[in-house]
């Protein structure tokens, strides 16, 4: 358990609340020197010193989801959504920086040529479907939509298989439950600035890392061109018509990469797992899904280890087309049903819910 005596610290007086909103350059040493002085100030203590080990995920703070007027801005529906988010996340870390073991960012990483990117489909005329079309099983059975072969070459793949892995595809989805194919603006584009992790969510990792003596485990996704991949621990569809593998889980984030580490990245190693991010409805929401599915199977007892930051994520609402916000919230309500831990930013760690 945590020390209730341990206090929450100061916000350091680099950090500018209303620079959150906007993309600029860490000045890494600068910031290096600061954390170095912070640490000593306060008596920080290098993580590898502590037994109550705390892990934090955040989930995709990067420019395209976080960053007003960029590709894929989740506003939530007060339209300030990630913003506010990561005002209040970074608060989170800058307060807890001695609680904090690790920091575990993930990073949704694509290409042009992805199932879920217009250029993927043409219907009959050869035109592409528009940003934030739904793809049934219906529509691709039907033949409204079918796979641009024009990618055939650098796929790899000749036309035929892509168009009888386009039906098993939606019909998977359907099976499970989970959300149509969904074609997503070109966003988060390897190589790109919206790829970019939020520069004050940067800062702040970076700070954290200096003060504390802890790498950050930064987790890429998404590049799979034949699947979506929401959640960070595994795609959506797993496998193709023949049964052979598209995707894997993350096996590393549950298995020690050697046997001496005190410290490993298996997350069922950390005696409190904190999650925040972007977006509710989405990557946080399949995440903890797959967690949960997870640690269900290991120890059902390790459920009650994670705990969702509800203030430093919003759904995906893009007014007059799409509103997930009832759809987040259900996903919510059932991980706190089956044991997690629904907190707040704003309250000390050592008052939470098996931490007190």
């Not at 609340?17 to 912070?38: E, F, G, L, N, R």
């Not at 280890?305 to 893009?318: A, F, N, R």
Request: proline letters at 6%; a negative charge; hydrophobic letters at 35%.
């Amino acid at each position: 358990m945590i020390n209730p005596n341990r206090h929450e610290l100061a916000i350091p007086p680099h950090f500018d609340p209303d620079m959150v909103s906007k993309v600029w350059k860490v000045d890494y040493q600068k910031i290096a020197k600061t954390a170095s002085d912070w640490s000593k100030k306060h008596n920080i203590q290098p993580s590898g010193n502590e037994s109550f080990k705390l892990c934090l995920m955040i989930v995709d703070a990067q420019n395209t989801f976080c960053i007003p007027d960029f590709e894929l801005f989740v506003g939530g529906r007060s339209g300030k959504g990630a913003v506010h988010d990561n005002q209040k996340l970074c608060d989170f870390i800058y307060r807890n920086l001695h609680l904090i073991t690790q920091i575990m960012p993930t990073m949704d990483t694509h290409q042009a040529m992805q199932i879920f990117h217009s250029i993927f489909l043409v219907d009959e005329k050869g035109e592409h479907p528009s940003p934030f079309t739904l793809i049934s099983h219906e529509d691709i059975r039907d033949g409204r939509w079918r796979f641009n072969e024009l990618l055939s070459h650098d796929l790899k793949r000749n036309p035929q298989y892509i168009n009888s892995y386009l039906l098993h595809y939606t019909e998977e989805l359907k099976k499970t439950g989970k959300y149509e194919l969904t074609i997503w603006p070109y966003h988060a584009m390897l190589g790109g600035i919206g790829h970019a992790l939020v520069s004050s969510i940067e800062e702040a990792i970076f700070f954290h890392t200096m003060a504390r003596h802890s790498q950050p485990y930064i987790h890429v996704k998404g590049d799979n061109p034949l699947t979506e991949h929401y959640s960070v621990l595994g795609p959506e569809v797993k496998s193709g018509p023949d049964g052979n593998p598209i995707g894997l889980r993350a096996e590393s984030l549950f298995q020690k990469t050697s046997q001496s580490e005190e410290l490993s990245y298996e997350l069922t190693a950390f005696d409190a797992i904190v999650i925040a991010g972007q977006a509710k409805s989405h990557c946080v929401a399949w995440t903890i899904s797959d967690l949960l599915d997870v640690v269900m199977k290991v120890d059902k007892s390790l459920v009650e280890k994670v705990y969702l930051l509800e203030d430093c994520t919003s759904p995906v609402v893009i007014p007059g087309i799409i509103d997930y916000t009832d759809e987040a919230d259900m996903a919510f309500k059932r991980f706190e049903d089956a044991g997690m831990h629904i907190v707040s930013s704003t309250e000390p760690i050592a008052s939470w819910p098996g931490l007190e």
